[in-house]
């Protein structure tokens, strides 16, 4: 099934969101709010527009487009890692977003993380650094894939990951804001089978997060247990803009297969039912601050476990892990510097249409 030539960048984003309407209950009021917030910058931009990048990218960087194809995180980007808690009640870090998981080529995953880091406010780390701090992590994650759990094996990020007390105190001011609402029964049902059994739900909300999903529907379940609170979000779920945007019918999600790799431990509370992900929302399920916050040895400290990370799940691609690894030898020292110029021209370009024309 082809797709049809979709140049400028207006013509893209119509025909994705009218693809998305088919695909899931699409809040359009969020929708609005997302078009607004592409206007801001060109990092919050490449976050709201991974269709985009799937479109495009192969075109942009041509040489990269016939390398080995993993199981791939897809919409790669700094704030695409966070926390969360495994059935051993361990602090995990990694990837924690996998809406646009997908079978691509390998290096793109590489190319849209450092891409990111160049477009975000606040990092100031030179092309340079943040290559071979990607590819360094890259390599050593395809070598020993693991989970990273901060308490033992990344100490140094708790300060950047534990919860302060104003951090609580924002938490749950911005819990008591989240509007009630009604959800449709397949989404209510799910999220009262997602808490504890006696747990008492005192409303239903909706939530508006994120880049790339806003405009899904996204509910939540408030409830009362064993003395405090437990909130439960399930986000609609539709298959990856990877495939749309190469002309693939599908109606598989790869969430799930992404987010319980081989090589990760995984959140208990993460699953896919029906059309949707339904995880669990707390305090101590953070992202790790960059920028201003850490300074440069920290940022390249971060920036290398995220190439880690991503090596660690494309080993789970087994059958490819060997290709990988020869086709990743065989590219020149500068092939992600030289990428990553040319994905940001081509996401500077889109930024500066979308701002004209809005």
Avoid at 99 to 122: H, K, N
Wanted: with cysteine; aromatic share 10%.
């Amino acid at each position: 099934m082809g797709v049809r030539s979709l140049n400028s960048f207006q013509d893209c984003n119509s025909a994705y969101e009218t693809w998305l309407r088919t695909q899931c209950d699409v809040i359009e009021t969020d929708l609005e709010y997302k078009h607004e917030r592409m206007r801001k910058n060109p990092f919050t931009f490449l976050r709201a527009t991974f269709f985009r990048w799937a479109r495009e990218i192969a075109k942009v960087c041509p040489e990269l487009a016939n390398a080995p194809s993993v199981l791939s995180v897809g919409d790669t980007h700094t704030e695409n890692f966070g926390t969360w808690r495994d059935a051993d009640a361990r602090l995990v870090w990694g990837v924690n977003d996998f809406d646009e998981a997908a079978i691509m080529p390998y290096p793109f995953d590489l190319v849209r993380l450092a891409t990111s880091v160049q477009l975000a406010p606040g990092i100031e780390l030179s092309g340079h650094d943040t290559s071979d701090a990607i590819i360094t992590g890259y390599r050593n994650g395809l070598r020993g894939p693991r989970p990273t759990l901060v308490d033992e094996r990344a100490v140094w990020m708790r300060r950047f990951v534990v919860c302060t007390d104003s951090d609580c105190t924002k938490f749950w001011e911005e819990v008591q804001s989240y509007p009630t609402v009604e959800p449709p029964a397949d989404a209510r049902r799910i999220l009262q089978s997602s808490l504890p059994a006696t747990a008492q739900i005192q409303r239903f909300a909706s939530r508006r997060k994120g880049g790339g999903g806003l405009g899904k529907a996204r509910f939540v379940a408030i409830a009362n247990w064993q003395g405090g609170q437990v909130i439960r979000e399930a986000k609609a779920s539709v298959p990856s803009a990877w495939y749309w945007a190469h002309g693939l019918a599908t109606d598989k999600s790869w969430a799930h297969d992404l987010s319980s790799g081989e090589f990760r431990s995984p959140d208990p509370f993460l699953r896919a039912e029906e059309k949707f992900i339904v995880r669990r929302i707390a305090v101590d399920s953070r992202k790790l601050d960059l920028g201003e916050n850490a300074g440069k040895e920290l940022d390249l400290m971060a920036i290398e476990a995220m190439g880690f990370e991503l090596g660690s799940i494309h080993a789970a691609s087994t059958a490819q892990t060997t290709a990988v690894r020869a086709n990743l030898d065989l590219l020149s020292g500068a092939w992600l510097r030289d990428a990553v110029g040319a994905a940001r021209d081509s996401i500077e370009e889109d930024y500066a249409a979308w701002c004209s024309g809005h």
